[in-house]
Structures are given as structure tokens and as C-alpha cells.
């Protein structure tokens, strides 16, 4: 994958080594529960995070710095997250719509404040609504590599692309979609809403290397760097592996064939109208 030529738009808050957010007391939760649900690229459930936010209550978010990143791994998310706001301009714009990119891609160490409650490392990568931002721990890159077994820079820029694609669901309403769908099990509008953000990450793919889409290069081995992503965060992948068995009813985020299947389908096709997990029979 060639990334360093692309663009850097310079809208990542760099949040390393600031420590985590004070708790804000005194804060309604009740208010708060609609918007606070975070969305992830594997494991945690929404329910979770909301109990997390019952517990501590919202938190204080510290302003990290502003702007591309100096070292390599902060451009490398800055270059992506760039791509991906291109590419979803000229989505948008086809229709004659304006898109609006997320509020920034927050990079923390080990614990965070955000609108959906402390972000943390263990989490892995996530997306929170009630900020519109992206909050990613990079450690996750090593621990994508080592304890799911997705190596290659590709499979981080399908993570980037997929949280993203959460982004482009708030702004379609389909998070209240799938909340009404039910956040649990493998026919769950959970599931449909994560299949369909990892079909967008794949029209992401189609169109990033293109000129308009931020001058990125891939290659086959990338979209297959791309497809083992998919396919190690999968609900039976990772249950099969931290619990010994697969146990559908509890699946939040969609088995591995079919994350591959609908990631894949989005890069076919390029375009997000190929991603509709909500009325597809089958998934
Ligand atoms: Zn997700």
C-alpha cells in the first residue's frame, strides 16, 4: 500500500500523552443514553459501553493538538482519514449533498474522555456519535497484528475506513435504524449496521485510489490484507477464540464471511447504495 504520497487534511487531535479526562458530576444520565452509545469495529457491545457511562457518567474531553501528526504513525491515520472525507465528499456531492467529515480522529494512550464516556484502549478503535469523533489507541495496530492475526498497513486503513463509515451512519440516521432493530444477535440491527459500515470501508477502498479519492495506491495483496481484517474481528472469530464456541445470539458485529462478504460487495460495487444490510434478506 502507498499511502505517503496521499493528502494530509490535518484533522486529527493528538491526544498522546495527556492522560485521561476528569469525570463531570452532576450530569443527567438518562438524557444522555440515546447519543452516548459508541460504535467499535469488534467485540465491545453498544450495551456495554453503556453501562460503562452509567457507571462514571460522562466525561471531560482535554483538547489535544491540532493538525497533521509529526511522526509516521499519526500521518499514516491523518492520510486515510483524509481519503476517506474525499471520498465521501464526492459521494455526497453526486447527489447534491454536502458531507460533512467527522469532528476529528482523536489519538489517546490507554484511557480517554469522550461523549460516549472514557475511552479505552481495551475497547479497541471506536466511533462516538454524541462528538461525531474517531478515537483510536495505536497500540491496536500491534495487538490487530499479534492477537488477530491481520498484519499489513491495509487492514489498519480498513479499521480507519469502517469507524468512518459509523460517521456517514449518524449522518443518515441509521444508528436509530438499527437501535430499533435490537443491538444483539446475528439477524440484530447491530449487525446490519456493522456489515453495512464495512461495506462503506470497502467503497472507501474502490475510490481512494483513484485521484479524487486522495492518490492512495493499493494492490491485491492490500484488498486481501483488507478481507483478513474483516474476517479476524469476526463475531465467530473472536468468540470461537476467547470462549471456544460461537454462539450466535450474542453476536454484535456480524461472523467473519460475512464481514468479508459485505466489505467486498462495497469495493465491487464503489458505491454505498450496494450497502443495505437493513433490507438485504440474507446477510
Ligand atoms: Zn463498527
Given at each position: ?181 435490537g443491538m444483539r444477535g446475528e439477524d440484530s440491527g447491530a449487525v446490519r449496521l ?90
Open positions: 500500500m502507498e499511502w505517503r504520497g496521499g493528502r494530509r487534511g490535518g484533522n486529527i487531535e493528538d491526544r498522546r500523552g495527556m492522560g485521561p479526562g476528569a469525570a463531570v458530576g452532576g450530569v443527567g444520565v438518562v438524557g444522555l443514553v440515546a447519543a452516548a452509545i459508541g460504535y467499535f469495529v469488534f467485540g465491545i457491545s453498544p450495551e456495554q459501553t453503556l453501562s460503562a457511562i452509567e457507571q462514571g457518567g460522562p466525561v471531560s474531553q482535554q483538547e489535544g493538538q491540532r493538525g497533521t501528526p509529526q511522526d509516521e504513525a499519526g500521518q499514516f491515520v491523518d492520510v486515510i482519514e483524509t481519503s476517506t472525507t474525499e471520498v465521501w465528499t464526492a459521494i455526497y456531492a453526486a447527489s447534491g449533498k454536502r458531507y460533512q467529515p467527522p469532528a476529528s480522529a482523536v489519538l489517546y494512550e490507554q484511557a480517554t474522555g469522550t461523549g460516549c464516556g472514557t475511552g479505552q484502549s481495551a475497547m479497541g478503535p471506536f466511533y462516538c456519535p454524541a462528538d461525531q469523533k474517531v478515537y483510536l489507541d495505536l497500540s491496536f495496530w500491534n495487538e490487530l497484528e499479534t492477537k488477530f492475526g491481520a498484519s499489513g498497513e491495509f487492514a489498519r486503513a480498513y479499521v480507519i475506513a469502517h469507524e468512518v463509515g459509523h460517521h456517514v451512519q449518524n449522518l443518515e440516521g441509521a444508528m436509530q435504524q438499527a437501535q430499533r432493530q456493522e456489515l453495512q459500515a464495512d461495506c462503506y470501508a470497502g467503497v472507501w477502498a474502490a475510490r481512494a485510489g483513484t485521484q479524487a479519492g486522495g492518490g492512495l495506491r493499493f494492490n491485491a495483496q492490500d484488498i486481501t490484507d483488507g478481507l483478513g481484517a474483516a474476517s479476524a474481528v469476526g463475531d465467530d472469530t473472536i468468540q470461537q477464540k476467547t470462549q471456544g464456541r460461537v454462539v450466535p445470539d450474542a453476536f454484535t458485529h456480524g461472523t467473519a464471511a460475512q464481514r468479508m462478504r459485505w466489505f467486498r460487495a462495497g469495493y465491487e460495487a464503489g458505491d454505498p447504495a450496494a450497502c443495505n444490510t437493513f433490507s438485504a434478506r440474507s446477510l
